[in-house]
């Protein structure tokens, strides 16, 4: 190729080839790049043989890592009303070639479908084979890979992942869920056109009027049509029926239609089978000129109430989905950009500096940017406050009610309330009206949209108790229909053969009598209360769970969690705080002895605040976790004597790593460290000095010598402390019958002292343990037979959380730890165990009760249609009230779901049982483990024998 004409030629011809989608020729560098579609009439060869027909050389082929092309695209699905809908949904896409995932929400009625593109699989292709088989295709929106973007005509960022690029995503599941339910609705309202006059006709007048009244003469004339005489009444009956039973009744036929194609046998079929014989019979009897017509009115009614059924069930279901369209509704549509005056963004002060606030879409927000929150607003993006104070309502997101307060550092999630803006510190800097966020995360990257994810993920997989339902209702049609048969040809034979007394059916033919029943015990049966027993109570519940800050990943976890009878706690960051802060002070100098050490300084303040000012003032120039957690508690303490003497800066400065720091205030030597360090600054440590420490040390805690001027003059005790809530919360857990365990990496002697805090034996305490001491302790207690949950937050605990049945880690834990769990407890409160624990048995005996109810209702409503009863009270079932519980059934089973909506999170400051003796106190063989070494075991030994 020597210029612009050569590529041009290039890529024109290999642009023609079949299944080529992209060509880029560079003259630079002589590369021509080609993404094709593998097929017999595009191949390596194909091209190559192409460029060289053109008279070109190819030199080389260079062929990169093959990677498959997905695309993934949300489709709005109509008409699905159950699990056999959604599955329907589901196997019929999954078998297609290309297809590498499908994911069907009856929530949402979205079908998620992730496949490679190719012209036998393609956007066009999916949709037909959902409409194929009954369904409707409302809407179809292409996903763009996640957290890629591009920038709109007018320059602004615009965020192409999920959720961007397209309608906004909860508006077209509203409107979706609407155009539904106004289509069942209507389609109610035009069968009422059709049943109510045939049942004024066949049931209102006959009643009401004489029969020697001139209407029902009129309606009992004949009238002569292409040389038939027909019953006036049964042509009345025939047109008002036929309208319902062929366009309002189309739907029932579509879906039979195709679920028959595929060997997917539903409710629609049942009534579908019921209606057709009943109106054929009744159209044959108006051939006849049979009183019989009248079964026209059996069709048409049970078509309106099947009708009225769907749209109730229809509304029901969609109160199931609430939980995730009020998530959906917390994303803010706009948001105040602020747009500093300045190019040092890092020291920008809106109080002193100008910048530029406009209002914008939230497509336009992308990490980086900063944006302005006022009283009352939703926070539009995750991100972290940079000026001001807020408290924020968190509530839809962590289940805490109390609002938390904010200030500058702390992270704010998208889709929270500022409930109150400003500072209680008049003087601060950073005193505004409004506060100021810089944006982290946007659209599919925050973590509102990752919740709501995870709740729609945990709606649509299947819980293994739900096998049991498919199985049984994937045999339930063709059996209902065999009875039903059979019911017809037992109550016909005995008619014919005398067993059954004229009277009986007195007024009508033998086979109008049974297939009164037949119909009826066609029509009652419900394959929908089972399809709907398992997902309705899961879409409640997981909602009711997010609601409480707790995220269920999956049906199958909620069925497991129920079941669960040992549970494992990790220590640091989920019985404890994860965050060292100072516990005790104690001070060893008495108020003389200070004032000679620093008289000059001692007279602003009393002497313990001077200590910790001098404290605070050395360590703030170490970077150790300890350090830290001294000045942190300086900071708190001294908050409002800090505006006034700030911390000094020291002089001749030294820090020894994993020992202390030393330093010079106003002339003072100050030095805090453990004993390594102490000897070092050669501070005497008597014997009173030790015995604290060593006080302090068997309480899990560390204990650090500081000294004025060689000295010791206090001993600080430092903590990872309990979370307020971490004794209740095992103490409710042990109510409930579960056996405890922590296994920690921290030491036997820290270990000990915080499983003595909570009342834990010392056989249920495993100390120093290493990420795969943690799994095999789960596969231990797993060989023995039990359901183990994991509790933790840290990236050492991911391999645990994995392994055992259910792992569940703390919202504010590494995100390879929320990865590997089955659940997240979004608050990062540890009594959300308890919560969790409760809500999953809950939820399962609700999906239990449903099945039960469901099946129940079936073995008792089929034989009484069927007529078991009518010898002995001569009195039937009619098929239209059948059709009436038929539709009541399914009802009832959603509504027994939706009112797991009223669950109250359990109160663990309330005990289910009165209060044991300490477990530790009980013989427990059920596992024998080593334990762990505690301190003053002879003590504690001679202790407990007392007691025995």
């Not at 009115?297 to 969609?318: D, P, Q, Y």
């Amino acid at each position: 190729m020597t210029c612009s004409r050569c590529s041009d030629a290039v890529k024109t011809t290999l642009s023609s080839l079949k299944g080529v989608q992209n060509v880029s020729v560079s003259l630079s560098t002589n590369l021509a790049r080609v993404q094709y579609i593998e097929s017999a009439d595009c191949s390596v060869e194909t091209i190559r043989e192409e460029v060289e027909d053109i008279g070109y050389d190819v030199n080389d082929i260079i062929i990169p890592k093959e990677e498959k092309l997905t695309k993934k695209i949300e489709v709005a699905v109509g008409g699905m009303t159950c699990s056999m809908c959604s599955s329907a949904v589901h196997s019929a896409l999954v078998d297609t070639p290309g297809v590498v995932s499908v994911n069907v929400s009856l929530s949402t009625n979205l079908a998620t479908i992730e496949f490679e593109p190719s012209p036998d699989c393609n956007i066009e292709s999916l949709t037909d084979i959902i409409e194929c088989i009954g369904y409707d295709v409302s809407d179809v929106i292409e996903k763009k890979d996640e957290g890629k973007g591009g920038f709109d005509d007018e320059g602004e960022f615009v965020d192409m992942g999920e959720g961007g690029g397209g309608e906004d995503r909860l508006q077209r599941i509203i409107v979706q869920q609407n155009g539904q339910l106004h289509a069942r609705k209507r389609a109610f309202l035009l069968s009422c056109l059709g049943a109510l006059p045939t049942l004024g006709i066949t049931m209102f007048i006959p009643k009401v009027f004489p029969k020697e009244c001139y209407l029902i003469q009129f309606l009992h004339q004949d009238v002569s049509i292409f040389n038939h005489s027909f019953v006036l009444e049964s042509l009345f009956l025939w047109m008002f029926t036929t309208p319902v039973q062929f366009i309002c009744g189309y739907t029932f036929y579509k879906t039979s239609f195709h679920g028959i194609r595929r060997g997917i046998l539903g409710m629609d079929v049942l009534v579908a089978l019921g209606t057709t014989a009943s109106y054929f019979y009744a159209f044959v009897a108006m051939w006849a000129r049979d009183p019989s017509y009248r079964f026209f009115e059996t069709s048409a009614v049970l078509i309106c109430f099947v009708l009225l059924g769907k749209w109730m069930n229809a509304m029901a279901v969609c109160r199931t989905s609430e939980a995730l369209t009020q998530l959906m509704k917390l994303q803010a549509k706009t948001a105040l950009r602020v747009i500093p005056n300045t190019n040092d963004v890092e020291k920008w002060n809106p109080l002193a500096d100008t910048y530029e606030e406009k209002s914008v879409s939230i497509q336009s927000i992308r990490p980086g940017h900063i944006v302005k929150i006022l009283k009352g607003a939703s926070i539009p993006a995750d991100g972290i406050l940079i000026h001001g104070e807020m408290s924020v309502d968190e509530s839809m997101i962590t289940g805490e009610s109390i609002p938390s307060l904010k200030t500058p550092g702390d992270q704010v999630l998208g889709g929270t309330i500022c409930s109150e803006t400003g500072t209680g510190i008049l003087k601060s800097s950073n005193a505004t009206a409004a506060a100021f966020v810089r944006v982290t995360g946007v659209g599919s990257a925050t973590a509102l949209a990752q919740i709501v994810q995870l709740v729609q993920d945990a709606q649509t997989r299947q819980v293994p108790i739900q096998n049991l339902a498919d199985t049984i209702a994937g045999i339930f049609v063709p059996t209902v229909v065999a009875i039903s048969l059979f019911t017809f040809l037992v109550w016909y034979g005995c008619c014919k053969m005398g067993f059954v007394p004229a009277a009986w059916y007195e007024g009508e033919s033998p086979a109008t009598f049974a297939m009164l029943f037949g119909i009826a015990s066609l029509v009652i049966s419900c394959p929908c209360a089972l399809g709907l027993a398992t997902p309705s109570a899961i879409m409640v519940g997981t909602g009711v769970g997010a609601r409480c800050g707790v995220l269920m990943k999956g049906g199958e976890t909620l069925e497991i969690a129920s079941k669960v009878d040992t549970i494992i706690f990790d220590k640091t960051g989920t019985l404890t705080k994860g965050k060292p802060v100072v516990t005790d002070i104690i001070r060893l100098i008495d108020e003389d002895a200070l004032l000679k050490i620093a008289s000059s300084d001692i007279s602003q303040t009393d002497g313990e605040n001077y200590l910790i000012w001098l404290f605070g003032s050395l360590e703030r120039n170490s970077e150790h976790p300890l350090a830290a957690a001294l000045v942190s508690y300086a900071e708190e303490r001294l908050a409002n004597l800090l505006e006034e003497k700030p911390f000094a800066q020291p002089t001749n400065f030294l820090a020894l790593t994993g020992r202390g720091a030393a330093g010079t205030i106003n002339g003072v030597k100050v030095s805090i460290g453990n004993r390594a360090f102490a000897e070092h600054e050669q501070m005497q440590i008597s014997d009173d000095v030790e015995r604290t420490l060593r006080d302090l040390e068997s309480e899990g805690k560390t204990g650090m010598l500081a000294g004025l001027n060689g000295r010791v003059c206090a001993i600080v005790g430092i903590a990872d402390e309990l979370k307020d809530e971490a004794e209740a919360t095992i103490a409710c857990l042990r109510d409930m019958g579960l056996d405890i365990w922590m296994v920690t990496g921290d030491s036997k002697r820290t270990a000990a002292a915080i499983a003595e805090m909570l009342d834990l034996p010392s056989n249920r305490v495993i100390s120093e343990a290493l990420p795969s001491v943690k799994v095999d302790t789960i596969r231990k207690l797993q060989s023995d037979g039990c359901v183990v949950a994991m509790v933790g937050d840290g990236v050492n605990d991911s391999p645990a959380l994995a392994a055992a049945d259910v792992g569940m880690s703390m919202g504010t834990g590494a995100e390879i730890a929320t990865e590997a769990s089955d659940m997240i407890l979004v608050s990062g409160k540890v009594s959300d165990t308890c919560v969790a624990l409760d809500l999953s048995k809950v939820i399962f005996r609700r999906i239990q009760w449903n099945i039960v109810f469901s099946i129940v209702y079936n073995l008792l409503g089929i034989p009484l249609a069927a007529g078991v009863l009518f010898p002995f009270f001569q009195t039937r079932l009619p098929p239209t009230v059948a059709a009436i519980a038929m539709s009541l059934s399914s009802i009832s089973v959603v509504f027994s779901s939706l009112a797991l909506r009223f669950y109250k999170p359990i109160d663990i400051l309330a005990p289910t049982k009165p209060r044991r003796l300490p477990q530790f106190l009980r013989m427990n063989q059920r596992h024998e483990y080593t334990p762990v070494e505690v301190e003053d075991s002879i003590e504690l030994k001679a202790l407990i024998d007392e007691i025995v």
